[in-house]
């Protein structure tokens, strides 16, 4: 009774992670790639030390969604893992799934704590939220955990498994086994990024508010609310979207009941639906900003129906049209508005 039970659970889990991991990849990539565009096109964005981290973060998250949940998606399409065929690919994958899987929401904890700085009344904190700073952050950010990752190489390798027919790549030291379970994915994974991104999001959105009665310029008070509501709007999101698969994953990990094959296809299932999920963090983003923030879509559409439509208009009628020309395009002063 239970060999067909297990075989339809089995193909559940396939197809969720072929069905909705494809959905997932492509509107993520789509809207990580137009966050870059967005924030690389506005001026007021490119002298913005959050809006650089958050550049950071949607290019990780696209780095992300490739080679980690595309890769599932292609595996359970196909039917072939090629990290039980290569030993390449099972290190190389491992190792850059891990770097991205954590420069992200350290670079999303950097972008919280500098809207708090920015946001704050004393002058001496607000000088250490610079571009400059958050560039030079960024990259220290991505060396550190870049070096971090290389254990990952090292330790991942080609075991045979119990059937004898096939390879399972998997850590194969106990001890940093141990620590990957019991700290990488339940602390410095979930637990630190969610702690900090939720007190600095809050303390930030508090100073924002206080905004109102200091003596702050328009523009600014309203870019910094409009920055400070879209990152812990995106941080309460992590929350629900990443603890599931955290709490699966640790369960799975330190219980003896996926001995049992029915229950074992059972988690399984529920860790293809919690890291469906968890893949949110990374695809959801431009999605959050385009709901919570009106002038985030103001600027969207400036962007792409004032700047680059006219660009190309430019474009197709002379042949070719010097890059300066993008300074001189004319937009209406309502849609200018937007960017300001």
């Known amino acids: ?24 990849t492509i509107a993520g990539v789509v809207g990580g790639i137009i966050n870059v565009i967005i924030f690389l096109s506005l001026q007021i964005y490119r002298e913005n030390s959050s809006a650089f981290y958050l550049t950071v973060v949607s290019v990780v998250n ?11 998606v292609l595996i359970n399409a196909v039917g072939v893992d090629w990290t039980e065929t290569s030993l390449f690919y099972c290190k ?4 850059l799934f891990q770097a991205c899987a954590i420069i992200s929401p350290m670079c999303l904890c950097l972008a919280t704590v500098d809207q708090f700085l920015s946001t704050s009344t004393c002058p001496q904190w ?17 060396v550190i955990w870049c070096i971090y990752g290389i254990p990952y190489l090292l330790h991942y390798n080609l075991v045979l498994k119990s059937t004898g027919d096939k390879f ?20 410095l994974m979930c637990a630190i990024p969610l702690i900090i991104t939720l007190i600095f999001g809050c303390l930030a959105y ?5 905004h109102t009665h200091r003596a702050v310029p328009l523009v600014r008070r309203r870019h910094e609310k409009q920055l400070t509501v879209m990152v812990l709007v995106q941080t309460v999101f992590n929350f629900f979207a990443t603890t599931p698969c955290f709490i699966v994953l640790t369960f799975a990990s330190h219980t003896t009941l996926t001995q049992d094959p029915l229950i074992a296809v059972e988690v399984r299932l529920a860790i293809a639906i919690t890291t469906c999920f968890y893949y949110l963090y990374y695809a959801i983003p431009f999605y959050i900003y385009i709901c919570v923030s009106d002038r985030f879509r103001k600027q969207v559409h400036y962007v792409f129906f004032d700047i680059y439509r006219n660009l190309w208009r430019k474009l197709t009628q002379n042949g070719v049209a010097p890059m300066n020309d993008v300074q001189n395009i004319t937009v209406e002063p309502s849609t200018l508005n937007a960017t300001r």
Do not use: E
Not at 8 to 23: P, R
Not at 92 to 95: A, H, L, M, P, T
């Open 1 to 24: 009774m239970s060999n067909p039970l297990i075989s339809s659970l089995t193909l559940v889990v396939s197809q969720i992670y072929v069905y909705m991991g494809t959905i997932i």
């Open 62 to 72: 696209i780095g992300q969604l490739l080679t980690g949940l595309l890769s599932r």
């Open 168 to 187: 399972s790549c998997v850590i194969t030291d106990t001890i940093f086994n141990k620590y990957y379970n019991d700290f990488h994915v339940p602390i």
């Open 126 to 142: 607000q000088r250490w939220s610079r571009p400059k700073i958050a560039c030079g952050l960024s990259v220290m950010m991505i």
């Open 206 to 210: 508090r100073n924002v508010k206080h």
């Open 92 to 95: 190389f994958r491992n190792y």
